[in-house]
Every structure is written in structure tokens, then in C-alpha cells.
């Protein structure tokens, strides 16, 4: 395959009161089989407050794995977006950004190739929460945007140790957890403007758990047994209750493999795996659609 290229810093949208989003484009090289390119979206992680696009934290970036640049390789036009931190504005700040940069991508299909109907979302920790909500609320009434003028449903996400239900995480924090949901201040927290348990409403509505229906898209799942930032259980429970809805979900535990997939012994397996698995997920969506 022809080497892809890679657009930087493209304005998707410029909320009120905050500066423009970004997003970087990757464009597959060569000629797609069907004539046009499925896409993805990745949302990063950084605890809602940290971080940015084309970003999979610190310690996967540092194995040098480039999951985005493989998927690009695998023939998929990759858009990574910001989207306002919470210390700029507090939820649903973050998925109305999220769904603005699934519209923008729409909006441009055919400027870049791409298949609209074959639209997925990707994303780690707080990036793989934005992922889920953005699967799981398409056309939601509550969460709509004035001017975006393009559809924001996805085909099918797929969601590295994603928090999905802020009202249990400190409940389900393992003994030697780094962070908790209920701790003062924590990132949960910064997100909503309330600690969870003072607010169980608002930690319900940032949840994708409250959003599980029967006709949500396929689902990938993909979490380390020992992530002491984000429990286990996050997954477990999102997988059980879309499985008990009837939709398509996939789980894939990875043992002993703390966040950002890290090892005990320093070894890169687990991103390996991670990555190859969600590769793969998607191409069979594509096939499929």
C-alpha cells in the first residue's frame, strides 16, 4: 500500500467561550477495494482533564506501537479530536465535542474518500468513555448540539478500560487502586462539577452504563485484570448488561495488565494484543457493513 499522510490540526469546531478544537486526519494510501475508506474516531484518554489528540498515553506511546499509524496502515481514515477538558467546562462538554467531530467527519466524506455509513469510534480510559457515550446516544434529544447539521452515530466502538458507570467505580476501586472515583476532587468529580456520591443524577447521566439499549452498535471491550486507575469491572458490567440487551459486544480481559496496558514485566504484550484485537474488530465491521 502507497504510504498514507497525515493532516494536522484541522478546526472541527469552536465551542462558546473555549478555543478551537483539532482534529489530525491519517489518509490510508492507495485505492480502497469498495472505492471508498471506513473511518474511525479516536478520543483520547487523560482522565478528562489531560492529554490530547493522536495521543494514547504516556506509556503507550512509549512503546512506539503507533495503534493509529497500524489502523491508517490497515486502511481506515483515523480522525483524532480533542475536546474541551474539564477544567474548561464541565460534562456533557466533552461528548457534545465528540459527537461535533463524528458530524465534521461526516460532513467530509466524500472530500476524503471515506465511507459514511462506516463510521466507528475508538478511545482509552476517559477517550473510551467518550467512545461508548458516542455509540450509545446517537440522535439522543439531550445531548443535541444548535448547528450541527450532520448525523453522530457511530457503526461500532470499540473502548480501551473505559469508565462506564461513575456511580460504582470507587465501590469497584481494587485495594491498590491509584485513584478513586470517590476520592476528593478526583477525576470523576472535575468532570461532572459534583463528587459522585453527592450527585448521583449527574454521575448516572455521564454514564454510559445508563445508556445501554437494544439497537446499540457493535461493541469491543478491551481491559487489563489489574488497572488500578479504572476497575475491571467497568467492562464486565458494560459487556453483561449490553449482552442482556440484546446487542453485539465483545470482551477482551487481558491478565495482569495494569492501565495503558503495563506489564510487570515492562514488556509491550498487552498493547500488542490490544491493538491487534481492536484492529481486527474493526475490519470485520467493515467487512460486514
Given amino acids: 500500500m502507497t504510504a498514507g499522510r ?6 472541527f469546531a469552536r ?10 486526519l491519517y489518509l490510508p494510501g492507495g485505492a480502497s477495494d469498495g472505492g471508498t475508506f471506513p473511518a474511525v474516531i479516536h478520543f483520547h484518554g487523560g482522565g478528562w482533564r489531560t492529554g490530547g489528540r493522536s495521543s494514547l498515553g504516556p506509556t503507550v506511546d512509549g512503546f ?10 490497515a486502511g481506515f481514515v483515523v ?39 462506516r463510521i466507528y469510534a475508538w478511545g482509552d480510559s476517559a477517550g473510551g468513555h467518550l467512545a461508548s457515550l458516542v455509540g450509545l446516544t446517537a440522535g439522543a434529544k439531550e445531548f443535541g448540539a444548535p448547528g450541527r447539521h450532520a448525523d453522530d452515530a457511530v457503526a461500532a466502538v470499540a473502548a480501551w478500560y473505559p469508565p462506564t458507570d461513575l456511580n460504582r ?32 443524577d449527574k454521575a448516572a447521566a455521564a454514564s454510559p452504563s445508563s445508556y445501554v439499549h437494544t439497537a446499540a452498535p457493535p461493541f469491543f471491550l478491551a481491559h ?32 495482569g495488565a495494569d492501565h495503558m496496558w503495563s506489564l510487570p514485566d515492562k514488556s ?17 465491521q467493515a467487512q460486514n457493513h
Fill in 6 to 11: 497525515i493532516l494536522q490540526g484541522i478546526e
Fill in 15 to 24: 465551542p462558546e467561550g473555549s478555543s478551537p478544537l483539532l482534529l489530525d
Fill in 64 to 73: 512506539g506501537l503507533s495503534p493509529i499509524e497500524q489502523l491508517m496502515d
Fill in 79 to 117: 480522525a483524532s479530536a480533542d475536546y474541551r477538558l474539564s477544567s474548561v467546562a464541565t460534562f456533557p462538554a466533552q461528548l457534545l465535542d465528540a459527537k461535533a467531530a463524528v458530524g465534521w467527519l461526516r460532513a467530509h466524506a466524500a472530500e476524503y474518500n471515506l465511507d459514511p455509513r
Fill in 169 to 200: 467505580m470507587g465501590e469497584q476501586a481494587r485495594p491498590d487502586a491509584v485513584a478513586r472515583a470517590d476520592d476528593p476532587g478526583s477525576r470523576e468529580a472535575l468532570l461532572i462539577g459534583a463528587q459522585p456520591a453527592d450527585a448521583p
Fill in 224 to 255: 487489563g485484570t489489574a488497572d488500578r486507575f479504572v476497575p475491571v469491572a467497568q467492562s464486565t458490567a458494560l459487556a453483561e448488561a449490553l449482552e442482556c440487551a440484546g446487542a453485539a459486544v465483545e470482551l477482551l480481559l487481558l491478565e
Fill in 268 to 284: 509491550q504484550a498487552a498493547a500488542q494484543q490490544a491493538t491487534a484485537a481492536t484492529i481486527d474488530f474493526f475490519r470485520r
